[in-house]
């Protein structure tokens, strides 16, 4: 079992930066796929970003690729998104979850989800 709380949402301004947090309860926190998704309004969930177990693998969905980073430190059990060069169209609510699975950019593959924190870039 594995709770997520996700903190660091806020309100910036175009081409500002934010890093996302995401706290995760749990011993086995190092054995899951950590991933980022986010829910712009009127719009489904996305994903965003993953990082494997290991942190040997990162993945990033093409529209974040290059300003966006996924990092993680099992020791204090948290994952975080580093998040450069935003744009309104970053404006969404964040999620993080927790995933053991060999697909880490599949929603269905994550069956934890934190509680999502919001994300609001003004133009």
């Known amino acids: 079992q594995v709770q997520l709380v996700e903190s660091g949402g806020g309100l910036v301004q175009a081409g500002d930066s934010l890093r996302l947090s995401c706290a995760a309860s749990?011993?086995?926190?190092?054995?899951?796929?950590m991933g980022w998704f986010r829910q712009a309004p009127g719009k489904e969930r996305e994903f965003v970003a993953a990082?494997?177990?290991?942190?040997?693998?990162?993945y990033y969905a093409d529209s974040v690729k290059g300003r966006f980073t996924i990092s993680r430190d099992n020791a204090k059990n948290t994952v975080y998104l580093q998040m450069n060069s935003l744009k309104p169209e970053d404006t969404a609510v964040y999620y993080c979850?927790?995933?053991?699975?060999?697909?880490?950019?599949?929603?269905?593959?994550?069956?934890?989800w934190g509680q999502g924190t919001q994300v609001t870039v003004s133009s």
């Open positions: 749990g011993r086995t926190f190092s054995t899951y796929v």
């Open positions: 979850a927790a995933a053991r699975s060999a697909y880490p950019t599949l929603q269905s593959a994550y069956g934890y």
């Open positions: 990082i494997s177990w290991r942190r040997d693998s990162t």
